[in-house]
């Protein structure tokens, strides 16, 4: 702790502060603190942090999102918000915007005001290794739970059934007539699209070696914004009539929105089906409605919630993983029959 001091040119009390999260520490000096910490690599006792792991004394808890704007990142929220008033803790939340230094950054801020447990959205690749930030958390006691993405390494994690809901989403248009399917994804690199993408590409390679006909159309990914999912609508439907798609997958909420204001503007609303994954709060005024396959928001985060308590209680099992299913909701945009 006193190289520490040194380094960040403040006293070893300051230190002692920012290490055990008490008040009265500025942000200039707990930012120096904390970079000098992260560039020693210093570890508090072990004995003591593994102690107060086992007996939670802040009554808070850390939760970082990827976007807390998203309709479903916030049910995920509110879920895990009233099981942790159930346990009388207050929660410390962040949104890491997809940027791996933001995400370790909030982690580090987390952990220095000594929370009991963290509940985390991973960035990254599924493949990646955690952040040496994380892991080293991990390995100190403090009890982590993932949510809807898989980390790619051993750990708790709760998320929907994101390759079981496209494939019924794909399998839903196969069955009405249509062969010639596009899909829409956001980032490439993101777990849940990942699956998404494998479900939608398993169903119509069955479909391929069972129908002569049957024949993907389309996928595009890195998409953005509703914006992006408008453009590339917009250049799917210029295609000839032998290459357009008759069918959008659309894989994530905000793409969908983008997808139905294009075939709104081309008038193409009623002709080309679409299923969106993804709850959309105006599925049912547009017309026709938005087909969807909502995820359970509520159950993922309380079940993510009841995990993490019981881990803070001292459940000491092996690694959970929870996958929570999804259903198919029919509103009229996914029941539009294939051409003849």
Known sequence: MKNVATLADVSFKTV???VNGEPGVSR????????????LGYQPDHGARNLRRTTPQSATVGVIHANISNPFMAAVHGAFEAVAAAHGCLILSGTSL???ERHDELIQAFTGRRVDGLLIVPVGAP???PSEL????IKRGTPVVFIDRDPGFPADVVMSDHRGGAELATQHLLDHGHHKIAFLGSREHVHSVVERRAGFEAVMRGAAANRAVADRAAVITDLRTPDDAAKAVHELMSLSPDQRPTAIFSAQNGLTLGAVRALHTLGLQHDIALVGF????????????ITTVPQNA?????????????????DLAGPVREI?????????SGEIPAPT
């Open 278 to 289: 993804d709850h959309i709060d105006s599925a049912d005024i547009v017309d026709p409605g």
């Open 28 to 39: 200039q000096l707990e930012e120096r603190v904390t970079a000098a910490i992260a560039e």
């Open 16 to 18: 002692s502060r920012v």
């Open 127 to 129: 493949t990646d290794q």
């Open 298 to 314: 509520k159950e993922v985060g309380q079940r993510a919630g009841e995990l993490l308590f019981s881990r803070l209680a001292g």
């Open 134 to 137: 994380l892991e080293r958390e």
């Open 324 to 332: 929570v299913p999804v259903t198919l909701v029919r509103r009229g």
């Open 98 to 100: 997809e940027q791996a």
